[in-house]
């Protein structure tokens, strides 16, 4: 019912920037709640950012709080991850996530994206 696929990640150094983009296919894009969470070689997936429906609310893990901005455009079904001040640690696989309530665990998210890979260097 739900496809979605994430693009726009890359190589970048240190303290660069990139814009994720999640885009999705479907028909209730409104209704769910849009995140994105990361995962790390050989590590689990970590909450990294998500927004309510109509964007009221935004929400971060603690380690990108400052940095990563995420907003969502109903009438293109597509949702963004803007992401400054990159760190190595920021190095990961990054999930677009869909689901019909806001959780910072991955178990409870019910739709998912490829991922799109980022890699910072130093």
């Known amino acids: 019912q739900v496809q979605l696929v994430e693009s726009g990640g890359g190589l970048v150094q240190t303290g660069g920037s990139l814009k994720l983009v999640c885009a999705a296919s479907?028909?209730?894009?409104?209704?769910?709640?849009w995140g994105w969470f990361r995962r790390a070689p050989g590590k689990d997936l970590t909450f990294v950012a998500a927004?309510?429906?109509?964007?009221?609310?935004?929400f971060y893990g603690d380690s990108v709080k400052g940095r990563f901005n995420i907003s969502r455009d109903d009438d293109k079904n597509t949702v963004y991850l803007q992401i400054d001040g990159l760190r190595v640690e920021d190095t990961a696989d990054y999930y677009c996530a869909g689901n019909q309530y806001y959780s910072k665990s991955f178990h409870d998210w019910g739709y998912w994206g490829q991922g799109t890979q980022v890699t910072v260097s130093s």
């Open positions: 479907g028909r209730s894009f409104r209704n769910y709640v």
């Open positions: 927004v309510e429906r109509s964007g009221s609310s935004t």
